[in-house]
């Protein structure tokens, strides 16, 4: 089973958001629903990391989590630049994991995602990636409609690194 950012969003925002182990076993229940398939662990690695950079999935503080009870890891929840799309055989998951449904912080997953977007931001500055750099700009808007962000000031920033 290969999933895509979109997907992975999916599976995650059905409990709210999912530690790296649990949305590992999700995909799994997923796949050997689908006849038995198997995860490819290095397809999704990809995928994670394509999903974190696009902000199509945004790592959170244990802390951002209100209800029922606080993980021990980051979680990983859908993002403000994804389209959650449940994968094909992913609908039982939530029945068949023992993870109630998360209520988070939006606060504080907004915090969290403006230091990673600061952070690409710096990187993509530092690099003259305008490509990234446009990406960025678009993120910002999906950003703060997604959570309560002022990221006027870094626009201002990728705006001057784009002329």
């Known amino acids: 089973m290969d999933a895509t950012a979109d997907e ?8 709210g958001g ?26 999704l ?12 999935l945004v790592r959170s503080p ?4 209100t ?3 606080e993980p021990t890891a980051p979680l990983l929840v859908a993002g403000p630049t994804a389209f959650p799309t449940v994968p094909d055989h992913a609908e039982d998951v939530p029945h068949i994991l023992d993870v109630e449904r998360r ?9 969290s995602a403006r ?3 600061a952070d690409a931001v710096e990187e993509a500055t530092e690099s ?6 446009s990406h960025l700009l678009d993120v910002s808007y999906d950003l703060e409609a997604w959570a309560p962000l002022d990221l006027a000031p870094a626009r201002r920033t990728i705006s001057g690194a784009l002329e």
């Not at 992975?8 to 409990?15: K, T």
């Not at 076993?25 to 006849?35: G, M, V, W, Y």
């Not at 244990?62 to 989590?65: F, G, K, L, M, W």
């Open 128 to 133: 003259s990636d305008e490509e990234r750099l």
């Open 115 to 117: 230091e990673r977007f």
């Open 103 to 111: 209520e988070l912080d939006r606060t504080a997953l907004g915090e």
């Open 62 to 65: 244990p802390t951002a989590v």
């Open 45 to 56: 690695e990809e995928t994670i990391d394509g999903a974190l950079a696009s902000f199509a």
């Open 18 to 43: 999912l530690t790296r182990t649990e949305l590992d076993r999700a995909l799994s229940e997923a796949a050997f629903r689908a006849d038995g398939q198997s995860v490819n662990e290095t397809a």
């Open 8 to 15: 992975l969003a999916g599976v995650v925002d059905l409990f």
């Open 67 to 69: 209800a029922p009870s």
